[in-house]
């Protein structure tokens, strides 16, 4: 009987796990401009959710960058309900959601230490070139 329970609690995990690779696309968008601006998205019949908006910046410069801003959510294995939305630029990406981890907040003393260093730079010595 134990057994049967363990190949039964198999065959329902394979199929949850089949269901989920096999979910079909019930939406999806894309649309692009000519001077780099982009958006896209999709939906997916499992309740996966994701849009994205990213325009070029800087276009005609030596550093040209993708600025993006966009998010997704969907349902995690244990029925958690998962949602991050994320911004993407010349700054890195950072993403904020309800299930990433927050860090601590930064002891005074280091934080005074860290002012103190921003208020008072080190010298910027001149080399010159020997030749």
């Known amino acids: 009987m134990k057994f049967f329970v363990v190949i039964a609690a198999v065959a329902v995990t394979s199929a949850a796990a089949a269901d ?4 079909q696309v019930v939406r999806s968008s894309f649309d ?12 997916t019949e499992n309740g996966i959710l994701l849009s994205a908006e990213g325009v070029l910046k800087n276009a005609n ?5 993708v600025a993006i801003e966009g998010g997704y959510k969907y349902t995690a294995p244990d029925g958690t309900p998962i949602e991050i939305t994320y ?3 010349e700054n890195g990406y950072r993403p904020q959601g309800n299930f990433l981890p927050i860090s601590p907040p930064i002891p005074e003393a280091i934080a005074r230490s860290l002012a103190w260093i ?14």
């Open 61 to 65: 410069s030596e550093y040209p960058a």
């Open 87 to 89: 911004v993407a630029d």
């Open 118 to 131: 921003a208020a008072h730079p080190p010298p910027v010595e001149k080399y010159s070139s020997r030749n």
């Open 20 to 23: 989920e690779k096999s979910a």
């Open 32 to 43: 692009s401009q000519p001077e780099g601006s982009f958006k896209y998205g999709y939906e």
